[in-house]
């Protein structure tokens, strides 16, 4: 038996060649009956529509008028006007000194103080407080400390009361109480 030898190059044209033909038998046959799929839509085409179900009647909403609110939220003539307190001890009439010179604890918001202990000294009690940047500062009746005006009026050994003077709703400043209740056992 002979052996026929052929070069690498005809080797690559016979496999495109081959390639090329099955190509060509796959694309014919996708393109081949069809007729099936055609005589199906047209079939369907044939059909007649259903038909459309008419928009359903809706009914007319009532609104419900909840007892005592029958006025439109909407009306700005009925917004309340500033009041001007009359009396004192009204909300209202707390007054700030401008001219009193501030103290070091009035420069830290009251929830970033900290009391850490009291001590006593010449039959007054003194509150010891940490800031922030954790200095220890010694406070008495009277001192001052947070940015709302805060006066201490009581030291107790488990908390400082304090009266501040806030901003109330209508322009004017009230007096709020407030306390530091003592931390424990607290690296902060």
Known sequence: MSRISVSPRVRTRVRVLAIAI???GFL??????????HSYIAEVHERPGAGIEPIPTLEPHEPYIYPGHTRSPFDSS?????RV??????PGDAEIDPDRPREYLES??????????????DDMQLALVRTPDRSVH?????????????QVV???????????????????????ENSIALRRGDDR
């Not at 014919?28 to 799929?37: I, N």
């Not at 009925?78 to 500033?82: A, F, L, S, T």
């Not at 830290?108 to 000294?121: A, F, I, K, N, Q």
């Open 22 to 24: 099955l190509g060509a």
């Open 28 to 37: 014919g046959g996708c393109a081949q009956e069809k007729s099936d799929l």
């Open 78 to 82: 009925v917004i309340e006007q500033p």
């Open 85 to 90: 307190a009359e009396e004192e001890g009204e």
């Open 108 to 121: 830290y918001p009251l929830d970033s103080l900290t009391m850490v202990g009291t001590l006593e000294r």
């Open 138 to 150: 010694q406070v008495a009746v009277g001192n001052w400390m947070g940015e709302n005006h805060g």
């Open 154 to 176: 009581e030291i107790t050994p488990t908390r400082i009361e304090l009266v501040e003077v806030v901003p109330d709703a209508f322009g004017g400043h009230e007096e709020r």
